[in-house]
């Protein structure tokens, strides 16, 4: 198969954004067995991350320059699109997308990010139009609505309902809808029952098979995530002051490891707090969270499967979280992790976690065996490319019958179709 890969978010081993790192590692497998062909925005921080091996996974690549200027002149320009959909809406992208087809047809297009789906009407419809959803920007303002107040609480409510109507319009422009976990596949499903679906699940960082977990355990509790993301200044934030000082009373000696990129986006008061260590970025993400006693995730923002809490789990850590923490994650509350909704309830069961060392483990071990029963992403990504390859087929099949390709509103294999074809 030719594949043309469209992105939002340059491609990277080395990203900051965990959505960045999944559609990498997907290309990377992609290209193994076939053409892959990358267009994608990218911001100068991208473009300084991106190395050598990262380019040469791709046949050709063109990246588009992305600045916040650029992001606001597309708002300005395109007033009646979401602002987060009009703020990848670039003329000189839609060019690309027109050359890129024209120079090299694809048999697929991958439409990586929602935003992205706006230029699924520039393919035309003999081109298997694949969009990936890495989550669902519908439900991510709804719950900005949900945790801001005042004017910007309902200026994210307006914006949740604009979201909804595009997304529906959007997805009748696809052939094929990827999400990454059951929970966004359902959403989707609510917002066009017909469209056809498969399910990807994501690649995360998690031990090699030959590496062996850290017995002696700093006094730790981490939370690990890129802090240019609002999400996690957030929970870093809810953390700092909310939990660590009701959990700090019953056990003053615990510090709180914060890991990740862009700590110096951290605000002072978060940064500087007495039990808080900024480990910043770190190259082992698993040896480092071997360390640890617990993951502390109080995430209350953002949507789609949380990468974060998958590789605490896969590193043998108990895990205490948020409902928004455990989205999409087909595990057991108080078996796998421990989810709480206010600061006294993630306090409370971080300091039960910290006083029973066995439990502690125990939880550890079952999330570890957990991810390792329930998570491959290699399978995974098989089926996914099975699946492509299946619908391609079927449409140059359809092709040679009818001396031409159908329109994607024929009746037959290339309409939509109800039901799902499960990819993972």
């Known amino acids: 198969m030719n594949i043309l890969f469209v992105s939002g978010h340059l491609p990277s081993p080395n990203a900051r954004q965990a959505g960045q790192k999944v559609s990498y590692q997907l290309c990377r497998f992609l290209a193994q067995r076939h053409r892959v062909d990358l267009l994608s925005f990218a911001t100068a921080t991208e473009l300084e991350d991106w190395d050598r091996a990262a380019m040469e996974t791709f046949?050709?690549?063109?990246?588009?320059?992305?600045?916040?200027?650029?992001?606001?002149?597309?708002?300005?320009?395109?007033?009646?699109?979401?602002?987060?959909?009009?703020?990848?809406?670039?003329?000189?992208?839609r060019y690309a997308i027109s050359?890129?087809?024209?120079?090299?047809?694809?048999?697929?297009v991958l439409f990586d990010n929602m935003a992205i789906w706006?230029?699924?009407?520039?393919?035309?419809?003999?081109?298997?139009?694949?969009?990936?959803?890495?989550?669902?920007?519908?439900?991510?303002?709804?719950?900005?609505a949900d945790n801001w107040r005042g004017i910007r609480a309902l200026g994210a409510?307006?914006?949740?309902?604009?979201?909804?109507?595009?997304?529906?319009?959007?997805?009748?422009?696809?052939?094929l809808v990827c999400a990454l976990?059951?929970?966004?596949?359902?959403?989707?499903?609510?917002?066009?029952e017909d469209v056809?679906?498969?399910?990807?699940?994501?690649?995360?960082s998690r031990p090699s098979g030959t590496s062996s977990f850290s017995a002696a355990k700093d006094n730790g509790i981490v939370f690990a995530g890129a802090f240019d993301r609002r999400e996690n200044l957030d929970a870093a934030a809810f953390a700092?002051?909310?939990?660590?000082?009701?959990?700090?009373?019953?056990?003053?000696?615990?510090?709180?490891?914060?890991?990740?990129?862009?700590?110096?986006?951290?605000?002072?008061?978060?940064?500087?707090?007495?039990?808080?260590?900024?480990?910043?970025?770190?190259?082992?993400?698993?040896?480092?969270?071997?360390?640890?006693?617990?993951?502390?995730?109080?995430?209350?923002?953002?949507?789609?499967?949380?990468?974060k809490v998958l590789e605490a789990m896969a590193a043998g850590l108990a895990v205490v979280t948020t409902p928004v923490g455990v989205e999409g994650i087909n595990a057991q509350q108080g078996v796998h992790f421990l989810v709480g909704t206010t600061a006294e309830e993630l306090a409370r069961h971080a300091i039960?976690?910290?006083?029973?060392?066995?439990?502690?483990?125990?939880?550890?071990?079952?999330?570890?065996?957990?991810?390792?029963?329930?998570?491959?992403?290699?399978?995974?990504?098989?089926?996914?490319?099975?699946?492509?390859?299946?619908?391609?087929s079927e449409r140059r099949f359809r092709a040679g019958r009818t001396g031409g390709l159908a329109s994607r509103g024929e009746a037959g294999l290339c309409a939509p179709t109800r039901g799902q074809v499960r990819g993972g």
Request: charged share 25%.
């Open 181 to 192: 976990n059951d929970k966004d596949s359902q959403l989707l499903s609510a917002l066009a």
């Open 352 to 392: 039960v976690l910290l006083q029973n060392p066995g439990l502690r483990v125990q939880m550890g071990e079952r999330a570890r065996e957990f991810i390792q029963s329930n998570y491959d992403f290699e399978k995974s990504a098989r089926d996914f490319e099975w699946t492509l390859l299946k619908l391609v």
């Open 196 to 204: 056809r679906q498969c399910v990807l699940q994501p690649w995360f």
């Open 240 to 307: 700092v002051t909310e939990i660590l000082p009701q959990v700090a009373v019953e056990h003053p000696e615990y510090e709180f490891h914060l890991v990740g990129a862009a700590c110096e986006k951290l605000p002072r008061r978060i940064a500087q707090y007495p039990r808080v260590r900024v480990e910043g970025f770190v190259p082992d993400l698993q040896a480092c969270l071997s360390r640890m006693q617990i993951a502390l995730l109080p995430l209350r923002l953002g949507a789609g499967i949380k990468i």
């Open 157 to 175: 409510s307006v914006e949740a309902q604009r979201l909804r109507r595009w997304e529906t319009s959007a997805l009748c422009k696809l052939d």
């Open 118 to 144: 706006q230029y699924a009407g520039h393919v035309n419809s003999g081109v298997l139009r694949v969009g990936i959803a890495q989550d669902v920007l519908s439900q991510l303002w709804t719950r900005k």
């Open 99 to 108: 050359s890129a087809v024209l120079s090299n047809p694809p048999d697929v």
């Open 59 to 93: 046949s050709s690549r063109e990246v588009v320059p992305i600045t916040m200027a650029t992001r606001l002149l597309g708002v300005t320009l395109a007033p009646r699109l979401p602002m987060a959909v009009a703020a990848r809406n670039k003329r000189t992208f």
